[in-house]
């Protein structure tokens, strides 16, 4: 085995294990991965943008591909909030361009995609059953409890008090319930790593 | 004379030092897959329909695989991924495969899971007949509304750079219309909402999805009529495997994940319970 190999072989899985131990105490090791991953995040993203640029954008120009070009202009546009303050404003083209053509293609495709489709499956699915009816109803009644949490517009007096407090509790519900997917994805992850240790060391 | 009081057994259980728990996390994770323990999995409903749907699909039916694995979401993606993709490649109905990336280093960990996981292709499929590559969509929502519009024109070469017109399977996948189901691999919710948006709600594709657990909430609001079935992170692919009459390693990692998950809800459990006698429930305030 090589240097190489023993480097290869014992730095993933001592950065792993020094990474970990933040859950026992906060160190300089800790705060040496830290620094590492993010510098090496950072460094990674920036090859990987230009690697990106130059196949997507700067070779299909050269090659003749001039329809691109307004590309280049859009994209140099955003740069200039780093301009003089009598022409920064010319950031706002690059800004518009992306945000326009974003806005353009959501809203076109969200209502026969998402809203439309939702409300015809909380009235109708086909071949429901007692439960899926059941479910719709109560997904209705979270749906306007909810709602009326977040109505600020008029005081929350009995009923519409009520229905809030009722709105809050589902709230909770599923914030807790998306805590609960989250910790399953760390989970997830953590796994992995173990894994990666114990196959590094031929436990695996 | 000072009065003495003991302390309740909520109290007490919260007093349990953490580093035992920390020990018995650890230990739970590492003996299943030291003297390689399994469990049954028993599959969810959704599992079942994401494992129906593809076997169901009309013979050489293409399907888009598209991928968000990266660095962070590996843990829980890869497993997914690597299931779905033997599901699929051995599948009796012949599917076309397509597989593209949301992220940048998608196709580094494309290859990594394909490592990890031993996913070995089968002899009989052959690449540019059977599946193709190909690298990152840039643009989240406007690239993959641009390759559902004119694949051939947004990847005028495969990640290989193989050019697309000279590829075998390719001669029939121009548009999303081309398409018979879209999967998705991500933990990004936002995919999950453009995919909606743009191969349901322009073509009318049907969706399939093994997200990461966090990014199952996401899918649910368009289960069933959009999504046809789901498998979540880690606990879904071990189930999916079970479907298969597959082990290996999801499945092992299905049974260590099933005891951490089993300790964590203990614990939270005896936490939500002790902090309310402790308090409301109780003498404190």
Redesign the interface.
């Known amino acids: 085995m090589t240097i190489a190999d023993l480097l290869l072989l014992w730095v993933p899985v001592v950065t792993i294990v020094i990474g970990l131990s933040f859950v026992f105490k906060d160190w300089p090791g800790w705060r040496w991965v830290e620094t590492m991953i993010i510098g090496g995040g950072t460094g990674h993203v920036t090859v990987m943008a230009f690697q990106t640029l130059r196949s997507n954008l700067f070779t299909p120009l050269i090659g003749g591909n001039w329809i691109l070009f307004p590309v280049v202009i859009f994209g140099v546009l955003m740069y200039f909030r780093f301009a003089p303050n009598k022409i920064q404003y010319f950031q706002r083209y690059g800004y518009a361009w992306i945000i326009g053509s974003g806005i353009g293609l959501v809203i076109s495709t969200m209502i026969q995609g998402q809203i439309l489709p939702v409300i015809k499956q909380t009235v109708n699915i086909p071949g429901a059953t007692t439960i899926d009816t059941i479910n719709n109803a109560i997904g209705f009644v979270i749906f306007v409890t909810v709602l009326s949490y977040f109505i600020f517009t008029v005081e929350h007096k009995p009923t519409l008090g009520n229905s809030g407090r009722i709105g809050r509790y589902f709230l909770m519900i599923a914030f807790g319930l998306g805590f609960s997917t989250l910790l399953m994805t760390y989970f997830g992850v953590l796994l992995e790593r173990v894994i990666f240790i114990m196959r590094n060391l031929s436990l695996l | 004379m000072a009065e003495t009081k003991s302390d309740n057994i909520w109290e007490r259980i919260q007093k349990i030092p953490i580093l035992p728990l920390?020990l018995l996390f650890?230990a739970l994770?590492?003996i299943p897959?030291?003297f390689g323990i399994t469990i049954p999995m028993t599959p969810s409903t959704p599992t079942k329909q994401y494992y129906d749907f593809i076997r169901n699909m009309p013979a050489g039916s293409v399907v888009l695989f598209d991928s968000q694995m990266y660095g962070?979401?590996?843990?829980?993606c890869?497993?997914g991924c690597a299931s779905t993709l033997n599901l699929i490649l051995n599948s009796p109905n012949n599917l076309k495969l397509v597989i593209v990336f949301e992220g940048?280093?998608g196709p580094m960990w494309w290859a990594t899971m394909q490592k990890d996981y031993k996913v070995t292709i089968p002899q009989n499929k052959k690449y540019g007949v059977d599946y193709v590559q190909y690298g990152?969509y840039?643009g989240d929502?406007?690239g993959f509304?641009a390759l559902l519009d004119n694949f051939w024109g947004y990847y005028p070469k495969d990640y290989f750079g193989t050019d697309t017109s000279t590829i075998p399977m390719m001669q029939n996948i121009h548009s999303g219309k081309d398409i018979g189901v879209v999967i998705s691999s991500t933990?990004l919710s936002a995919l999950i909402?453009?995919e909606?948006?743009?191969a349901?709600?322009?073509y009318g594709i049907p969706l399939l999805s093994a997200p990461?657990?966090?990014?199952?909430?996401s899918v649910i609001?368009?289960y069933?009529?959009?999504y046809k079935g789901y498998i979540?992170?880690?606990?879904g692919a071990a189930q999916l495997n079970s479907l298969m009459g597959i082990g290996g390693?999801t499945s092992l990692?299905g049974t260590?994940?099933s005891f951490?998950?089993l300790e964590?809800f203990i614990l939270a459990i005896l936490g939500i319970v002790g902090g309310y006698m402790t308090t409301r429930g109780g003498k404190k305030t």
């Open positions: 920390r650890i994770i590492i897959l030291l962070w979401n590996y843990g829980d890869a497993p940048s280093d990152w840039v929502e406007r509304a933990s909402d453009f909606v948006r743009q349901y709600g322009r990461a657990g966090m990014t199952v909430m609001p368009y069933p009529y959009a979540t992170g880690l606990s390693l990692e260590a994940f951490m998950t964590a």
